[in-house]
């Protein structure tokens, strides 16, 4: 049996934070207690007072975590149990500011129409060293290519040791390998329901970013961390499972944008007339925006696609139980709780709204394509976008994005200037 229990919520800047608690307390229905204005807290420690709905000038009241005994698993420090949870005000009421509970709305929303979402989640990551004077640079791999697998992607054998905790702790890994740009790296999660799915990603990121560092690599998921370099995505591969636990989104042993039914339609065309709002709070940093840019197979367009690496959907060509819609715009310094029920609740629109769907992209995604619509230019004209798309923000959680906007803005002021590894350095520790 663990000597204790590590039970972590992930925050407005998608951080993961919380206790540790004695082996008693694990099974306690009471949970545990922390400071509401946690969701005041900046990148720099700063306690921005004015925070919405934290409540700083309000006595820096309690909030309660709490956590289903059931979903307790192995932990990756010696005798330790971890568990992610649900967080509450003082008086028992869901925290309106609570990423897991916006998620948790946004799986309920698709309820009422007998379907539950599913989702697969690609991370992408790049990994870095320390120098002799204390700086940082990429990790030195002068082999690694693209797919590349063994020593020359990984001289320092990082990813393995991650594998190896990954399967004693649980994790459902599909993959790892190289990605494009050395030295970065892809890590595939297993399919599952959609909170679950969110709770093993941000468990299995804390992870691989622990034992990384025990082997000596800063290992980053923020999304454009190296200029010259390729970004670092987010993907959620997404499907619905019917009553019967058959996947809704299937016509027939095909898939691709021929074999579409009424709810991947609904789904795409949600996509597409929110997706200048949907960046704001899937692509939530100042790097979102260097990563988000045309020919950058990075979410940058509105547009939709088949086996289409220059979309921002892309419908998999496998059909039946494997049907799938890849949304491709997120980053991981958003959170992915926020992230995903933005997606859901946006896709939700689409279908309930019977959204027009433009046509798929024809174009090749650098010379060509067939919109003129992208994201923002920077996270400032992001939270515009976000503050003018008033659907999803409600669809989301008013509250949660009205305080994610002021927050955000603030973010914009504190990096003004900053930029390169000055700008990687403000946030790299964190993400």
Same mark, same amino acid.
């Not at 990423?99 to 007998?114: I, Y």
């Not at 190289?178 to 030295?183: L, N, Q, S, W």
């Not at 906007?405 to 914009?412: C, G, H, L, P, T």
């Given at each position: 049996?663990?000597?204790?229990?590590?039970?972590?919520?992930?925050?407005?800047?998608?951080?993961?934070?919380? &206790?540790?608690?004695?082996?008693?307390?694990?099974?306690?229905?009471?949970?545990?207690?922390?400071?509401?204005?946690?969701?005041?807290?900046?990148?720099?420690?700063?306690?921005?007072?004015?925070?919405?709905?934290?409540?700083?000038?309000?006595?820096?009241?309690?909030?309660?975590?709490?956590?289903?005994?059931?979903?307790?698993?192995?932990?990756?420090?010696?005798?330790?149990?971890?568990?992610?949870?649900?967080?509450?005000?003082?008086?028992?009421?869901?925290?309106?500011?609570?990423?897991?509970?916006?998620?948790?709305?946004?799986?309920?929303?698709?309820?009422?129409?007998?379907?539950?979402? &599913?989702?697969?989640?690609?991370?992408? =990551?790049?990994?870095?060293?320390?120098?002799?004077?204390?700086?940082?640079?990429?990790?030195?791999?002068?082999?690694?290519?693209?797919?590349?697998?063994?020593?020359?992607?990984?001289?320092?054998?990082?990813?393995?040791?991650?594998?190896?905790?990954?399967?004693?702790?649980?994790?459902?890994?599909?993959?790892?390998?190289?990605?494009?740009?050395?030295?970065?790296?892809?890590?595939?999660?297993?399919?599952?329901?959609?909170?679950?799915?969110?709770?093993?990603?941000?468990?299995?990121?804390?992870?691989?970013?622990?034992?990384?560092?025990?082997?000596?690599?800063?290992?980053?998921?923020?999304?454009?961390?190296?200029?010259?370099?390729?970004?670092?995505?987010?993907?959620?591969?997404?499907?619905?499972?019917?009553?019967?636990?058959?996947?809704?989104?299937?016509?027939?042993?095909?898939?691709?944008?021929?074999?579409?039914?009424?709810?991947?339609?609904?789904?795409?065309?949600?996509?597409?007339?929110?997706?200048?709002?949907?960046?704001?709070?899937? =692509?939530?940093?100042?790097?979102?925006?260097?990563?988000?840019?045309?020919?950058?197979?990075?979410?940058?367009?509105?547009?939709?696609?088949?086996?289409?690496?220059?979309?921002?959907?892309?419908?998999?060509?496998?059909?039946?139980? &494997?049907?799938?819609?890849?949304?491709?715009?997120?980053? =991981?310094?958003?959170?992915?709780?926020?992230?995903?029920?933005?997606?859901?609740?946006?896709?939700?629109?689409?279908?309930?709204?019977?959204?027009?769907?433009?046509?798929?992209?024809?174009?090749?995604?650098?010379?060509?394509?067939?919109?003129?619509?992208?994201?923002?230019?920077?996270?400032?004209?992001?939270?515009?976008?976000?503050?003018?798309?008033?659907?999803?923000?409600?669809?989301?959680?008013?509250?949660?994005?009205?305080?994610?906007?002021?927050?955000?803005?603030?973010?914009?002021?504190?990096?003004?200037?900053?930029?390169?590894?000055?700008?990687?350095?403000?946030?790299?520790?964190?993400?």
């Amino acid at each position: 049996m663990a000597d204790r229990l590590r039970v972590m919520f992930c925050d407005h800047l998608s951080l993961m934070r919380g &206790k540790y608690l004695p082996a008693s307390k694990m099974t306690s229905p009471d949970g545990t207690r922390l400071a509401r204005p946690t969701f005041s807290v900046h990148w720099d420690k700063d306690l921005i007072l004015d925070a919405p709905h934290t409540k700083c000038r309000e006595g820096i009241p309690d909030m309660v975590l709490k956590w289903n005994p059931d979903e307790i698993r192995e932990g990756w420090e010696p005798d330790t149990k971890v568990v992610t949870g649900d967080l509450f005000d003082s008086d028992g009421a869901p925290l309106v500011l609570c990423p897991r509970g916006a998620l948790k709305r946004a799986v309920a929303d698709w309820g009422r129409h007998g379907l539950s979402p &599913k989702v697969g989640i690609e991370l992408e =990551a790049f990994a870095f060293t320390r120098t002799a004077d204390g700086g940082l640079e990429p990790m030195h791999a002068p082999g690694g290519i693209v797919y590349g697998t063994g020593p020359f992607a990984d001289p320092m054998g990082f990813t393995d040791a991650i594998w190896r905790q990954a399967e004693a702790s649980g994790f459902r890994l599909e993959l790892i390998t190289a990605e494009y740009d050395t030295p970065q790296f892809e890590f595939t999660l297993a399919y599952d329901d959609a909170v679950k799915a969110v709770d093993e990603m941000v468990l299995f990121r804390q992870m691989a970013r622990e034992v990384a560092l025990a082997h000596g690599v800063i290992l980053t998921f923020l999304p454009k961390p190296i200029l010259e370099k390729g970004g670092s995505g987010l993907h959620f591969n997404l499907s619905f499972a019917d009553k019967d636990g058959k996947n809704a989104l299937a016509t027939g042993p095909k898939g691709g944008p021929d074999h579409l039914n009424d709810i991947g339609r609904g789904a795409i065309a949600g996509w597409m007339k929110h997706h200048k709002g949907l960046a704001g709070l899937v =692509a939530p940093t100042v790097g979102s925006y260097l990563r988000l840019q045309p020919a950058s197979m990075s979410g940058y367009w509105c547009n939709w696609g088949g086996d289409h690496r220059g979309v921002t959907v892309r419908i998999s060509e496998e059909g039946g139980p &494997k049907t799938r819609l890849e949304h491709r715009m997120p980053d =991981a310094s958003s959170n992915p709780y926020t992230a995903l029920a933005a997606v859901l609740q946006a896709a939700r629109l689409g279908f309930e709204g019977k959204y027009d769907l433009p046509a798929p992209e024809a174009g090749d995604g650098f010379d060509r394509v067939d919109t003129g619509v992208g994201v923002a230019g920077s996270l400032a004209e992001a939270m515009d976008d976000l503050e003018a798309d008033r659907a999803l923000g409600q669809a989301v959680g008013r509250d949660l994005v009205d305080h994610h906007v002021f927050m955000k803005r603030i973010e914009v002021t504190k990096t003004e200037g900053l930029e390169g590894t000055t700008l990687r350095d403000y946030y790299i520790w964190y993400v």
